[in-house]
Nanobody, 128 residues
Framework: QVQLVESGGGLVQAGGSLRLSCAAS????????MAWFRQAPGKEREFVAA????????YYADSVKGRFTISRDNVKNTMYLQMNSLKPEDTAVHYC?????????????????????WGRGTQVTVSS
């Protein structure tokens, strides 16, 4: 069982930066994968980035490559998303998700239905 709590959202101007955090409590394992998803008004929830808890392998959506960096602190049981060069189209509620997988698979990481544990979300708003 894993409980997830996001924080760090806010309002920034285009070109600015934010750092999101996802604090995990309960059981985590070396097979845990954690990810960020986001949902903008009137749009479907979409994948942002994922990271394996043990090796730190990462995978990013094309829309955020080169701008966002996902990381984790195993001691603090916390995942981060550093967001730079923010654009108005990044405006969305950002959700933290976690799941144990038998192995790391970049083809599976972006699929939201593969994750059993979810946080409540944190709002990111980017003004133009």
């Amino acid at each position: 069982q894993v409980q997830l709590v996001e924080s760090g959202g806010g309002l920034v101007q285009a070109g600015g930066s934010l750092r999101l955090s996802c604090a995990a409590s309960g059981r985590t394992s070396s097979r845990t994968v954690m990810a960020w998803f986001r949902q903008a008004p009137g749009k479907e929830r979409e994948f942002v980035a994922a990271i394996s808890w043990s090796a730190g392998s990462t995978y990013y959506a094309d829309s955020v490559k080169g701008r966002f960096t996902i990381s984790r602190d195993n001691v603090k049981n916390t995942m981060y998303l550093q967001m730079n060069s923010l654009k108005p189209e990044d405006t969305a509620v950002h959700y933290c998700a976690a799941q144990e997988f038998s192995s790391w698979n970049p083809a599976t990481a972006p699929k939201q239905y593969e994750y059993h544990y979810w946080g409540r979300g944190t709002q990111v708003t980017v003004s133009s």
